[in-house]
């Protein structure tokens, strides 16, 4: 992989100015965006489909969504609306057959799987297998001897994190770990660039965008 990637996520929030937020990383040093839809009832989903389509033309960088993923229309729905990738959640066993159908008929490169806690590493190579091309694991807090496990992996991963330099530095610094997912809710709480700055000073291959 030639650079790491800072990936903001947000959740999805029909009473939120969506559009302007994601734009605003967009446009500040974000590599990529994560949403997650929330939606319950098909009513809400369809309204949340909307906005990513929104969301996806109001921004000129990847766009990975997922959350309500319950048949194959779902994923279809979220690639068609401007998504780059989705991701399916492991936990559920029904997403499992669900992730070689998607690859299969999407391509793997657009299908990724998202491991709710730890436990779910050692299934990684079988998730890839049925077509899943990277790993969102999604654990508030990673552990010096769990770093290291994922260290072990062949799989990519995109871990979820908090906003600290020296977080996002060490979890950068493990070569299979692709990208960083700090959650973030405004502007004010995470700036791309100046981390990029930062961790370009630790010797972590970031992209600022120079020419």
Known sequence: MSH????????????SDMISLCSYYSDNGADELLIYDPSETDEEHDHMIGMVKEIARAIDIPLIVG?????????????YAGASATFLNVSDDDNLDLIKEASDRF??????????????????????????????????HLESDQLE?????????????????????AYLNIPTIESVIPAVCDP????????KQALKKRGIPVDTFES
Do not use: W
């Not at 496990?149 to 977080?167: G, M, P, R, Y």
């Open 67 to 79: 959350g309500r993923v319950k048949r194959l229309e779902d994923v279809k729905k979220y690639l």
């Open 149 to 169: 496990q994922i260290a072990l992996h062949s799989e990519t991963f995109l871990v979820t994190c908090d906003t600290a330099t020296d977080t996002l530095a």
């Open 188 to 195: 004010q709480e995470f700036d791309c660039m100046n981390q």
């Open 4 to 15: 790491k990637k800072l990936i903001p996520s947000f959740v999805c929030k029909e009473d």
């Open 107 to 140: 391509g793997s490169e657009k299908i990724y799987a998202y491991l709710p806690d730890f436990s779910y590493l050692k299934r990684t190579e079988e998730f890839e297998q049925l077509g899943a091309c990277k790993m969102i694991l999604n654990v508030p």
